[in-house]
């Protein structure tokens, strides 16, 4: 696709205002959006997209990886974007739309020029345990989940130490979204960052915040969901889809790493990671 001009008109006067600014929740892959989002879902007042890819796909121009920014746009794009989920949304019960979708984390730019007012959660994970996850969709030459700029070349350079460039989606689609939220100028009431961890280890805190920053009251059925939420794996909860990633030779979540990579792999996955893990506090 020819390069265009980022886009700076208004959506906005383009068509029918849009009735409630989304939010996407957004997060490497195998980081817990999928759980934050059947979390936020049970909300009676969400409207919730589970990874709305067929209109995504058919809308978003082709590309080598998944990153898209505001000069992949048009405003016939965008146009079309926003009456797409808007319709979608609008089948669903509920006034405040969300979408949950681990692409989008690399597709800040691209989100903020369709809709000027949305939000983003974004769910942090440590790059160790991610890693752990990653690396079984990504075995010998196969390369799993989101393409993150560069990962042919990675594909090519490691084609049998999948934690190596599960290590590099971790840094770069992490990385790519903080700076973008910096780039933005997003603010806290546009952009929030939610550690899985913390998601983890007390769910009615972390989730309190995340309602918060919904604009959503407290909720009866979130708190029902809540003790689905665990870090144990035995006996445990799977979000929905997400049974056909796991791998069961793990007992937690947190940590996992230390059961699942290897002390070599681990000094590679730090190799790639650690400048990163250290910003966040993970190590």
């Not at 971790?170 to 998601?199: K, M, N």
Request: proline share 5%.
């Amino acid at each position: 696709m020819a390069e265009v001009s980022p886009v700076s008109v208004n959506f906005m006067d383009l068509g029918e205002p849009v009735s409630e600014a989304p939010t996407f929740v957004i997060g490497c892959a195998r980081s817990g959006t999928s759980i934050l989002g059947e979390a936020i879902a049970a909300h009676r007042r969400v409207a919730y997209l589970f990874e709305a890819s067929v209109i995504w796909n058919a809308l978003t121009p082709e590309r080598a990886d998944d990153r898209l920014t505001a000069s992949d746009l048009t405003p016939e794009i965008a146009v079309a974007a926003r009456q797409a989920l808007e319709n979608a949304w609008s089948e669903l019960p509920g006034d405040v739309r969300v979408e949950k979708n681990p692409k989008h984390v690399i597709r800040m730019p691209y989100l903020s020029a369709i809709f000027p007012e949305c939000r983003f959660l974004h769910i942090l994970r440590d790059g160790r345990d991610t890693v752990a996850s990653l690396m079984f969709r990504n075995r010998s030459e196969n390369w799993g989940h989101l393409k993150t700029p560069g990962w042919s070349e990675l594909l090519r350079a490691y084609p049998r130490a999948s934690h190596i460039r599960c290590a590099h989606q971790w840094r770069d689609s992490v990385t790519i979204a903080r700076e973008d939220a910096r780039a933005l100028a997003l603010g806290p009431a546009r952009y929030r960052e939610l550690r899985y961890e913390d998601l983890l280890r007390d769910p009615a805190s972390a989730m309190k915040g995340v309602l918060e920053f919904l604009g959503l009251e407290a909720s009866s059925q979130v708190e029902a969901f809540l003790p689905r939420i665990q870090d144990s794996t035995v006996g445990s909860y799977h979000a929905r889809r997400q049974v056909r990633h796991y791998v069961e030779n793990h007992s937690r979540r947190m940590g996992r790493y230390l059961e699942n990579l290897t002390a070599e792999q681990l000094s590679d996955v730090k190799a790639v990671c650690g400048d990163l893990l250290q910003d966040l506090g993970y190590g």
